[in-house]
Each structure stands twice: as C-alpha cells, then as structure tokens.
C-alpha cells in the first residue's frame, strides 16, 4: 500500500495563519493565543507525541500580521526549530512558581495594539490546557489588553481542510478500510471483542498506520446498547451482533467510522434496523452538499428512521467534523445549522434504538466538494455481514 509524503510543505502554514490573520482583523484581535496540540500543530507543524506529558504548557502565539511565535519549554526547542516558525522563546519547564507566563505575557505586551483584545479558546468544544491560575495570573500581567473567546472562529477555520489534510485523511481511511474488510476472515465465535479489535489493530498497523488511537466495540444478543466502551472479554456467540468503531490515524489526521456485524443468523428487527440506519445514511449523503447545513443533514437521516420506527437516538447527534481530531466541529444536529461549504470532512453517524435495549448504529466519513459530497470511506454493504 502506497504511502503520501509526510508532513506539509510551509505554504500550507502561510495560507492556514493568513486566514487567521483575515479573521483576526474582522474580529478586531491582535493577535491569538493558543494553547493546545491540535491548535499549535495545526498552524506550526509541532507534531511530537510528548504532548501525552501534562506536565508543561505550550504556547503559540498567531499576531494580526507576520508569523506564529512559539512560547515553548526547552525541550522542544530543536523540535519547534525543524518547522517552519522560526521566532521561539524558551524556558526551563517545569517550574510551578513562574511555567513561561511572564514570558508569555512580556511578549504579548509588545506586539503592536489596536484593539486591546486578544483571542484564546474559551468556549464550546475547547479546552485550556494550561492550569487555571496561571491564566488568570496571565490575564491580570496584560496592558490595556483582554481575552475574548474565539473557539467558533478557530473550529469555522480548521472545519475546511486543504486538498493536503484532505488525502491525509483519505489515506486514514483507506487503512480503516483494510482493517473491516480483513474482520470476516479472522472473527469468529467463541472469540473476544478483545480478540477480534487486537486482530484488526495489527491489521491496521500493517497497513499503515501510524496509531489506532481509538477503537472500541460493543456486542449482545440480537444488539448492543452501547457504542462508546469496550473491547471487553465478552466472547461471541451465535445471536450476537458486534459493532467496531475505529480512529485510525494517518500522519497526525484520523479516519472515524464503523461496522456491524452479525454472528449466525440476525433477527428480522436487526436486518430492518441494518437497512433503516444503511438508507438513512443514503439520505444524509444526499443532503450534504455546498449551501446545506448540519440540520439539513441531521433532518434528512432522522426523517429515515423514525419512519422505520425509531424508538429514540441517545448519541445526541447524528455524526460530526473530523480531521486532526477524531471528532471536530460541528455536529449534525436538530439545531446546530452550521453551513456546509466544500473542503469540509464530516462523518454521517444515523443511529437508532429499535428495540429497548438495543442500538443499531452506522458511520461514514465524507468531505464536502463543489458539487455535493464524496465518501473517503468505502461504502458498507447493503446488508449486514454475517459471519457464521
């Protein structure tokens, strides 16, 4: 299986930190702080495993004109070096008593003001990491300077992938791919979830993958009730239907899509289940398109299967962005009405309970185009597989 090119090339990060810069302005922002791995590696290049330390902090700072400026601990100084960020400042981390903020705050009050606000993701979907008190402690070193939330602008801008991101995320699921279509050959009952997910992470891993950061499954009688635990030891037997979930990951950009399978012979319900959430997800695809939004999308599966009697849906949305995180903004939901617009990658996610109890649950991976959508996963079967 051939494999893409690692990494992007610089002009990648000037078309991603021009359209900050273009959304800073009209926001009236001086600049932006960030402060997490998906955010700094996406407008530097800073792609190391160590942010799996909570130890340190991590700063980057976008101002309204020039090039990112990395605020880093020492460790990460050749790292950061190797992008295309070329102004970094260091310092010995970790130290509790002072972790970069004066330095941090010292840059901050030098770059040139003209509006007095600075952006930082502080809304929905978005997170510090960062202790709590060093950034009210960094708020309070600001002059004439505030923080205002920019979560929204920073997932509206990350929500279009470039044709670069896009091939990246294309290859994570061709990999996904191999891993469900090797599934019939090796799973059978008597065997584990554990055993058969430990299969299809080797299988993965063979195929390419860098990592398989998340992978789970759940199986019962005729159904499962749950889409967000396992692998466990529960082995197979003949009734039971599984589902697998996988996040492979491709050079830092995830896949996010899963399979059902049945072990003997199904129940009437469960195929109709199968064919309702298989239509239902027919039914998305044709909704997707340039000028749609999420709700549309939303609408148009859930239409499908309440009319396929739906007894409910506890996912509380019906697929999701994706990209460098295994689940991005926005969510197709009954009220979320974000606008489609093309270079956006979504995940169709229809899923129902058809019976107490028991979920069934289907998932594709597409990317928006011109001219409606294209799935970057390969389409699953019309009809449940049946592993006898």
Same mark, same amino acid.
């Given at each position: 299986?051939?494999?893409?090119?690692?990494?992007?090339e610089?002009?990648?990060?000037?078309?991603?930190?021009?359209?900050?810069?273009?959304?800073?302005?009209?926001?009236?922002?001086?600049?932006?702080?960030?402060?997490?791995?998906?955010?700094?590696?996406?407008?530097?290049?800073?792609?190391?495993?160590?942010?799996?330390?909570?130890?340190?902090?991590?700063?980057?700072?976008?101002?309204?004109?020039?090039?990112?400026?990395?605020?880093?601990?020492?460790?990460?100084?050749?790292?950061?070096?190797?992008?295309?960020?070329?102004?970094?400042?260091?310092?010995?981390?970790?130290?509790p008593?002072?972790?970069?903020?004066?330095?941090?705050?010292?840059i901050?009050?030098?770059?040139?003001?003209?509006?007095?606000r600075?952006?930082?993701?502080?809304?929905?979907?978005?997170?510090?990491?960062?202790?709590?008190?060093?950034?009210?402690?960094?708020?309070?070193?600001?002059?004439?300077?505030?923080?205002?939330?920019?979560?929204?602008?920073?997932?509206?801008?990350?929500?279009?992938?470039?044709?670069?991101?896009?091939?990246?995320?294309?290859?994570?699921?061709?990999?996904?791919?191999?891993?469900?279509?090797?599934?019939?050959d090796? =799973? +059978?009952? *008597?065997? %584990?979830e554990r !055993?058969?997910?430990?299969? /299809?992470?080797?299988? $993965?891993?063979? #195929? @390419? &993958?860098?990592?398989?950061?998340?992978?789970?499954?759940?199986?019962?009688?005729?159904?499962?009730?749950?889409?967000?635990?396992?692998?466990?030891?529960?082995?197979?037997?003949?009734?039971?239907?599984?589902?697998?979930?996988?996040?492979?990951?491709?050079?830092?950009?995830?896949?996010?899509?899963?399979?059902?399978?049945?072990?003997?012979?199904?129940?009437?319900?469960?195929?109709?289940?199968?064919?309702?959430?298989?239509?239902?997800?027919?039914?998305?695809?044709?909704? =997707? +398109?340039? *000028?749609? %939004?999420?709700? !549309?999308?939303?609408?148009? /599966?859930?239409?499908? $299967?309440?009319? #396929? @009697? &739906?007894?409910?849906?506890?996912?509380?949305?019906?697929?999701?962005?994706?990209?460098?995180?295994?689940?991005?903004?926005?969510?197709?939901?009954?009220?979320?009405?974000?606008?489609?617009?093309?270079?956006?990658?979504?995940?169709?996610?229809?899923?129902?309970?058809?019976?107490?109890g028991?979920?069934?649950?289907?998932?594709?991976?597409?990317?928006?185009?011109?001219?409606?959508?294209?799935?970057?996963?390969?389409?699953?079967?019309?009809?449940?597989?049946?592993?006898?």
């Amino acid at each position: 299986m051939s494999l893409l090119e690692r990494g992007f090339e610089d002009s990648e990060f000037e078309m991603r930190t021009l359209r900050a810069q273009k959304m800073m302005a009209e926001h009236k922002l001086d600049a932006i702080f960030l402060t997490t791995e998906p955010n700094v590696r996406y407008f530097s290049g800073f792609f190391t495993q160590f942010w799996e330390s909570p130890t340190r902090p991590w700063f980057l700072i976008v101002p309204l004109t020039g090039k990112p400026i990395a605020v880093i601990p020492e460790i990460g100084a050749s790292g950061m070096a190797a992008t295309w960020v070329d102004d970094i400042h260091t310092w010995a981390s970790p130290n509790p008593a002072d972790d970069g903020i004066s330095l941090v705050a010292d840059i901050l009050n030098t770059l040139p003001r003209r509006y007095g606000r600075i952006g930082a993701t502080l809304g929905t979907e978005s997170y510090l990491r960062m202790p709590f008190n060093d950034f009210i402690d960094l708020s309070s070193r600001l002059t004439g300077t505030v923080f205002v939330d920019i979560a929204t602008q920073i997932h509206r801008l990350r929500s279009i992938k470039s044709n670069a991101e896009i091939k990246k995320i294309r290859k994570a699921c061709e990999i996904a791919n191999i891993g469900f279509a090797n599934i019939p050959d090796h =799973a +059978r009952v *008597g065997q %584990t979830e554990r !055993d058969i997910c430990k299969q /299809m992470r080797i299988d $993965m891993l063979h #195929a @390419g &993958a860098d990592i398989i950061k998340y992978l789970i499954s759940g199986s019962g009688p005729d159904g499962y009730d749950s889409i967000i635990m396992g692998p466990t030891d529960r082995q197979l037997t003949k009734g039971d239907v599984l589902i697998i979930d996988v996040g492979a990951v491709y050079d830092g950009y995830f896949s996010d899509f899963d399979r059902n399978f049945a072990f003997g012979h199904p129940s009437d319900s469960t195929l109709k289940a199968y064919t309702a959430v298989y239509e239902a997800t027919d039914a998305g695809f044709k909704a =997707a +398109r340039p *000028g749609a %939004t999420t709700t !549309d999308v939303y609408t148009a /599966m859930w239409s499908v $299967m309440e009319s #396929a @009697g &739906a007894l409910g849906n506890d996912v509380g949305r019906l697929g999701h962005g994706l990209g460098i995180q295994l689940t991005e903004w926005p969510s197709n939901t009954a009220s979320d009405n974000t606008l489609l617009e093309p270079g956006m990658v979504i995940t169709l996610e229809p899923g129902m309970m058809y019976a107490p109890g028991k979920s069934m649950v289907h998932e594709e991976n597409l990317v928006i185009t011109k001219n409606g959508a294209e799935y970057l996963s390969v389409r699953c079967p019309p009809e449940l597989t049946i592993i006898e």
